[in-house]
């Protein structure tokens, strides 16, 4: 066994909880369900942070594990398309085209313990231990160096939970969840007094899994409502273990990289875009880009991006560079800012974002043309050949852009605002005492030293 010397001040353990709101903790610490985060506050400090654009977690866990925008890193969304041939993919760590902060401390000869972040799958080298997070479907192909993956196998680790049980088998699920999180916790705290290392990160998925599916219980005194808040009574317990593993001097951080909300309506993007005209398809039951006709002038896919069918870029592009691309840029804009819920007279898109205005970088050009973010409750779907502006489904819970959070132990936040998820690379760099890589758009949002 290790045991860890008591000055430890450059080292640097993250916990990372998905999906978890900057003010949900706060009603949770208020209402002591979460007493050991409550009682963390007394030793360092909190603060509401930004995600990315969209708020999705492989774009904003991306953006934290390179300290980079989209533009630099080349993730744009859990699903992407190649413009020519015209067609979509899950996008994946061999997508993402920059650095990580695990092979950048690597290069530096730090240890490093990866475990379970999104878009780490299939696991790159490290100086240490990198377990894959979700698209990782096997154990055996999840781990570097590989041959750690028996052990954890034998262990009992789960990469993640069956989501499809939402739809009707919630109590097997909710049993899930509290089990593969009691899991991941053990053999992270394991990881933690028997291996070295200079930096961990844990990541917890099941925050984000139970959000997107039991949200309205605990909001509308739901079936679930007492086994949602039970969960999180968990998280704050899991949260003490962690603890319980390290000394003062270890740098702890806990972090989130979107806030959550309830769903009010599903909104179907493509649906406007063919009412007005924009999209035309080649058959009467689209179900792939490949049904977009060349007369399209342009598409969304999820959440809220959409692109022109730009000729020279996509495979049957049509709409020509300049004014007629603006044209274009600006009807859309124009469609998605009249867009009123019909039962409230709500508003449904808040902010329509320019490519320029949200990435930069060498990459930046294989972004979405216009990004749409919603107001909280209106979840952003992209349905090809749908009759239907609003719809449902068995998800409870949407991602939110400016309601994630960061807490660091031992220090106090810089007058640095607004903060992004992002910024957790340049903070992390600063409490190792080691020197920035070129080219991040990380900024350090500490003040001085301890």
Not at 151 to 161: N, R
Not at 274 to 285: M, Q, S, T
């Amino acid at each position: 066994m290790f045991f860890r010397k008591k000055n430890n001040r450059n080292k640097v353990v993250v916990v990372s909880l998905d999906g978890v709101p900057y003010t949900f903790l706060e009603k949770m610490i208020n209402e002591e369900v979460m007493p050991n985060l409550k009682n963390l506050l007394n030793y360092g400090e909190i603060r509401r942070t930004h995600s990315v654009i969209p708020p999705i977690s492989s774009v904003a866990w991306s953006s934290f594990m390179t300290g980079k925008n989209p533009g630099k890193h080349g993730i744009f969304g859990f699903v992407d398309r190649k413009p020519n041939p015209l067609e979509m993919y899950i996008q994946t760590g061999v997508n993402l085209k920059a650095q990580t902060l695990w092979e950048y401390l690597s290069e530096k000869g730090k240890q490093v313990i990866v475990m379970n972040v999104p878009e780490t799958y299939p696991p790159r080298k490290v100086n240490g231990l990198l377990i894959s997070g979700f698209l990782a479907s096997e154990i055996e192909n999840a781990v570097y160096p590989k041959n750690e993956a028996k052990k954890l196998k034998e262990m009992g680790y789960v990469i993640d939970v069956d989501a499809g049980k939402a739809k009707d088998k919630k109590d097997e699920m909710m049993n899930d969840l509290l089990h593969i999180l009691d899991k991941r916790v053990e053999i992270s705290c394991g990881l933690l007094e028997n291996r070295k290392w200079d930096f961990c990160i844990f990541h917890i998925m099941e925050t984000d899994r139970i959000n997107h599916f039991f949200w309205l219980d605990y909001e509308n005194d739901g079936k679930f409502k007492e086994e949602f808040i039970q969960f999180y009574r968990e998280i704050d317990n899991s949260i003490m273990k962690f603890i319980d593993k390290l000394d003062d001097s270890v740098n702890l951080i806990l972090m989130s990289d979107h806030g959550f909300c309830g769903i009010k309506k599903e909104v179907n993007l493509n649906h406007i875009l063919h009412e007005k005209g924009l999209i035309v398809y080649k058959n009467e039951n689209p179900n792939s880009l490949r049904d977009l006709s060349p007369e399209t002038k342009a598409y969304s896919m999820i959440p809220g991006r959409f692109y022109v069918n730009l000729k020279g870029r996509e495979e049957s592009g049509t709409v020509e560079q300049g004014e007629q691309y603006d044209k274009i840029l600006n009807e859309i804009t124009h469609h998605l800012n009249e867009l009123e819920d019909p039962d409230t007279g709500s508003k449904i898109i808040d902010k329509v974002h320019l490519n320029s205005e949200v990435y930069q970088g060498e990459y930046a050009k294989d972004g979405p043309d216009l990004v749409a973010l919603p107001h909280n409750g209106y979840d952003l779907k992209a349905k090809l050949g749908s009759n239907t502006l609003f719809g449902s489904s068995y998800r409870q819970g949407m991602h939110t852009y400016d309601d994630a959070f960061m807490y660091v132990r031992n220090h106090q936040f810089n007058d640095l605002h607004p903060a992004y998820v992002y910024d957790g690379f340049a903070t992390i760099l600063k409490l190792m005492d080691l020197p920035f890589p070129e080219d991040i758009d990380s900024r350090v949002i500490i003040k001085g030293d301890k």
